[in-house]
Nanobody, 123 residues
Framework: QVQLVESGGGLVQAGGSLRLSCEVS????????VAWFRQAPGKEREFVAG????????VYTNSVKGRFTISGDDGKNTVYLQMNSLKPEDTAVYYC????????????????WGQGTQVTVSS
């Protein structure tokens, strides 16, 4: 049974940093890609960043390039999202999701999701 558990969200001032964690079980990061999505109130869920199986490449949406970094620790079966220079528009619930092998930016391509963690950036 695949399970993803996010943690690390919170309230931070603009310009601050947070590191989100996505601990996965029931699968191995050597075979599965993991992506971070976010959803703000009244908006659709959007792709933020993703890492291919075995860390073979990463992808970011344009609005977070240079500010966010996704990485994986196979030994801990955990994927991280380091978020720096946070802006109020980054406020959302952040979800991690997994799928076999390669990243996709489409939420419908992912079969397993975590419960989400709230990130709030104050101005």
């Amino acid at each position: 049974q695949v399970q993803l558990v996010e943690s690390g969200g919170g309230l931070v001032q603009a310009g601050g940093s947070l590191r989100l964690s996505c601990e996965v079980s029931g699968l191995t990061l050597g075979s599965y890609a993991v992506a971070w999505f976010r959803q703000a109130p009244g908006k659709e869920r959007e792709f933020v960043a993703g890492i291919n199986a075995s860390g073979a490449g990463t992808v970011y949406t344009n609005s977070v390039k240079g500010r966010f970094t996704i990485s994986g620790d196979d030994g801990k079966n955990t994927v991280y999202l380091q978020m720096n220079s946070l802006k109020p528009e980054d406020t959302a619930v952040y979800y991690c999701a997994s799928r076999l092998w390669s990243i996709s930016s489409r939420p419908g391509d992912f079969g397993s999701w975590g419960q989400g963690t709230q990130v709030t950036v104050s101005s």
